[in-house]
Each structure stands twice: as C-alpha cells, then as structure tokens.
C-alpha cells in the first residue's frame, strides 16, 4: 500500500504526521518505508535519524549536438515540448530546460544528437530502527525536482506500506509524488490560508481520481471552517491533532511527538485505522 502525505501549503505539519505515522506503524510489527519525496527540502530525516547505507548519484540523459553533423533542419526543436532546444543556425540545446526524453535524439535525421548524463541530484537509503528510509536530494540550483522524485519511487516496497512524504502545494512535484498513490492523507490547518491552499489541494487529487482525507493540525487554534468545507465537499476528516505546546518543543528538539507523548500513539494508530478504511473502501 502506498499513502502519499501531502498539503497545500507548507508548515502544516505533514512531515511530522508523515514521521510519527510511519514510526507507530514500525512499533506495531508492519514493515513500513518512509520515502521522503520533498527533494529540494527533506528534512525527514531530523527526526528519524537513519543509518545512511547507500547513496546514489541521479542523473537525466540531455542532448549533446555535433554542430559539424547538425543541418539545422529543426526537427529535434519540433518535437520538444519544452523549449530545451532552439535552431538558429545550428541546434542550441538548454540543459535546464531538458526533461530527458529522448525524443531529439530519435527524430534527427543525420544522428547529429547524442545524449549523455547530468546528474541532478543523489538518493539516499538507510534504516531507522524499524522503519526503511528514503530519501532526495536535488543538487543546489537544479530547477526540476520530478526526475529525481520518480527515481526515489522507484526504491518504494511492494511487500509493505510505503508513506510518500511530499513537497508542499499543488505543482508538478507534488503530482508526480501522489499520482499512483492508494490514499493521500491531506494535511491542512484551521486558517484561512489553510483552507484556501486544502481547497486548491482537494481540487488537484480528485483530477487525479485518488482517495483522500484529512488531517487538520492545531486543531483548537482557529476556526470551525476547515470543518465546514470537509463536511460539504464530503470530505472523510480523519484526525484533528490539537495545539500542543509540547509537540511543538520536541519537534523543534528533532524529537518526534509518539516518543514523548503516549497519546499521540494512539491517535496514529486510529488515523491508520481510518486509512486503512477508506483505502479499502469499506463503509
């Protein structure tokens, strides 16, 4: 079972719902990954401090153009859907552009194009007590966080419940990490900013034809139209996780919430209950 963590916005405690979740889990006897899929900023592993065991250099295929070759015939530009390369006299290619299809290098006519690899960023795994880890970690200035989010979803187990921890919002990272997911746990918070951003989240899932709930986090802090929207949209709301000043001490410690406070335990083990649930689609 896959169950991607996600929310419309940042800050909303999805990594620690996504930690504390996949932590109670372990502590239960199921085998259970954590995938930290929010690449340009994981910090997954401040909480579950793992033991790194190997780490792997990620890379796409770009075109590389012999200018003495090229005609300049412009088919390789016809064909990309993103502008990576241009034609003036001779192909321009713009690496940062590229999303690494291929699709250049088979249209030439004359195999002036060859590809070679560009590391992007590197995937780290490792063990956490219990828990298997994942994780990205997108090169400083690299402007496509997707390629290196497929390839941690790759590492994802087949034989247990792996928790894809997302970046935040609604863009084209997110998708890629929620896109085959069996449920999406939705993250939000009781402002309106929260619902504003859960709304545009909720929107973004159903294109996607997932299941999903939500989570409301500091639960007491705001007001009641969270409650409201869920309600109407017909939305399952699975846990409301009150404001504790003692969650927010720990996870400012790097201390997850289940290991200093008993109930949260418990509260995670009946939000995977719901899940559980709704994945199956019971009443």
């Known amino acids: 079972m896959r169950i991607a963590i996600a929310s419309g916005k940042g800050g909303t405690g999805k990594t620690t719902v996504a930690v504390n979740l996949a932590c109670v889990l372990a502590?239960?006897?199921?085998?259970v990954q954590y995938l930290d899929c929010d690449v340009e900023e994981p910090n997954g592993h401040?909480?579950?401090?793992?033991?790194?065991?190997?780490?792997?250099?990620?890379?796409?295929?770009?075109?590389?153009?012999?200018?003495?070759?090229?005609?300049?015939?412009?088919?390789?530009?016809?064909?990309?859907?993103?502008?990576?390369?241009?034609v003036?006299?001779?192909?321009?290619?713009?690496?940062?552009?590229?999303?690494?299809?291929g699709g250049c290098a088979r249209v030439c006519p004359v195999r002036a194009i060859r590809e070679q690899n560009r590391p992007i960023g590197v995937v780290e795994t490792g063990r956490s007590a219990g828990v298997l880890f994942v994780q990205g970690r997108?090169?400083?200035?690299?402007?496509?966080?997707?390629?290196?989010?497929?390839?941690?979803?790759?590492?994802?187990?087949?034989?247990?419940?792996?928790i894809l921890d997302a970046p935040p919002g609604t863009s084209c990272?997110?998708?890629?990490?929620?896109r085959d997911a069996d449920y999406v746990l939705l993250v939000t918070e009781p402002t309106p900013f929260g619902l504003n951003d859960l709304r545009l989240a909720v929107e973004m899932i159903?294109?996607?034809?997932?299941?999903?709930?939500?989570?409301?986090?500091?639960a007491d802090s705001g007001d009641g139209r969270v409650r409201d929207y869920c309600a109407e949209a017909q939305i399952p709301l699975l846990l409301e996780l009150p404001d504790d000043r003692r969650v927010a001490e720990a996870y400012s410690r790097g201390h997850m919430a289940v290991r200093v406070l008993p109930d949260w335990a418990d509260r995670m083990q009946q939000l995977w209950k719901q899940v559980d649930v709704k994945q199956r689609g019971r009443p």
């Open 27 to 31: 502590d239960n006897g199921q085998k």
């Open 46 to 86: 401040i909480f579950l401090k793992p033991q790194i065991a190997v780490t792997e250099s990620v890379g796409i295929l770009i075109p590389v153009v012999d200018e003495k070759t090229c005609t300049g015939c412009r088919k390789c530009a016809e064909v990309c859907q993103y502008h990576a390369i241009a």
């Open 88 to 101: 003036l006299k001779k192909a321009l290619v713009f690496p940062e552009l590229c999303h690494g299809c």
């Open 138 to 162: 997108l090169n400083v200035g690299e402007p496509m966080a997707p390629p290196l989010i497929r390839f941690v979803k790759k590492k994802a187990i087949t034989d247990g419940i792996a």
């Open 173 to 178: 990272p997110v998708v890629t990490t929620v």
């Open 206 to 218: 159903r294109q996607l034809g997932l299941r999903h709930g939500v989570v409301i986090n500091r």
